[in-house]
């Protein structure tokens, strides 16, 4: 096999650098190692299920650089003013005392793939028998014309977690009375299709509160998105005027913003805007790419265990996999977290493997109350992981139905962060 070792150079590296490194010790010798890089909802749901249900059989460890992971999944909902920014954070406190799961907080930041190891920016070296890769996603460079990772707290993405979204949301609150909120959409295949809309509508919900004059401009370089009737019916029905979606048609594929004086140009037509959201083109996690199971932006797997094409001993989930069929959510990255647990504990301790299954719902909330959703249940084939049968909201539901629909996302919500962290 291909040596592959190569360093994470850059700048997270070295924020990475700069943390104090925990010791990490190879316990338990002699039972397999299982190394997860990634505390979202692929890497969190594979390490907890392989430590919970191999019962002390094997090693898990989980590397994650940050001690509160802050979902993306509701973040749309607190920049409308539904939930608080602490309704969004999650520790990792569970997973060692209850499961034995080694928690490192570090970035790791290169994978020898011939060695079977992974090193962590703080200087340790780990060994794997199996590594689970799920780092979610970076941006892809020079995606938009004027915009950088430098620019990001001029016109924020507020596409990872956190401290981007609650800037997002400052910025929208500061928006003068009948001033632009913008935003730059992303190409295909980027995470949670429908959430740039959702934003869309959640700021709509906050400005008509608090500045009913302003206006929303979206630079889409999509003909079609998720749920679009949906929510061009919850537009028109609750912030009538105040939306102006514009696709590639009408220039939305043409655009470049000037993060210094606040512009964006679409189409050779330059604004002034007093909040721009922009949201570029997506890739699999850097760390993906340095262990080299990626091809192109994503990267491969076999969609029977999700282990990659490149590399039988490296599984990679979520975000960060070629999905086939799926659309890249937290809910596909837990569903296939569980199919991968299931394989890797089959192939370590010989455990029963069952056939994989996948599923994944999208809820988006409109207005108050008003939820739409889409979803699907999905199986692995040769080729892909691809589509059995789906559902969607209809255009024209009661509002009853719609409340229901928004109840159901916050049941989800409770049960993939139980299944995550509980
Ligand atoms: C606005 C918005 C709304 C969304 N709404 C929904 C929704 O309603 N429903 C839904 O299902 N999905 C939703 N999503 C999508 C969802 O957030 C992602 O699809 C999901 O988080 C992907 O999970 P993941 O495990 O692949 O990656 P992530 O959740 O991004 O987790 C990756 C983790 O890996 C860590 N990491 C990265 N690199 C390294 C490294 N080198 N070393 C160690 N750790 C590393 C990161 O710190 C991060 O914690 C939404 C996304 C956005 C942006």
Known sequence: MKMNRRLFLGTTAAAAASLSAPAVLAEGHGKPNVVVIGGGPGGATAARYIAKDSKGEINVTLIEPTRTYFTCFFSNLYIGGFKDIDDLGHTYGTLAPKYGINVVHDWAVGVDRDAKTVSLAGGNTLPYDKLIISPGIDFVDGAVDGWSLASQNAMPHAYKGGSQTELLKAQVAAIPEGGIFAMVAPPNPFRCPPGPYERVSMVAHTLKKTNPTAKIIVADPKANFSKMALFQEGWAKHYNGMVDWIGPDFGGANV???????????????????????????????????????????APINPADMSSTVDPDIYVLGDSANQGDMPKSGFAANSQAKVCANAVRGALTGSRVFPAKFSNTCWSLIDTNDGVKVGATYEATDEKIAKVDGFISSTGETDEMRKTTYEESEGWYAGIIADMFA
């Open 256 to 298: 470049s913003v000037d993060p210094d004086a606040m512009t964006l140009t679409i189409d050779g037509e330059t604004t002034k805007v007093d909040a721009c959201n922009v949201i570029p083109a997506m890739k699999a996690g850097r760390i993906a790419e340095i262990a080299g199971v990626t091809e192109g932006n994503w």
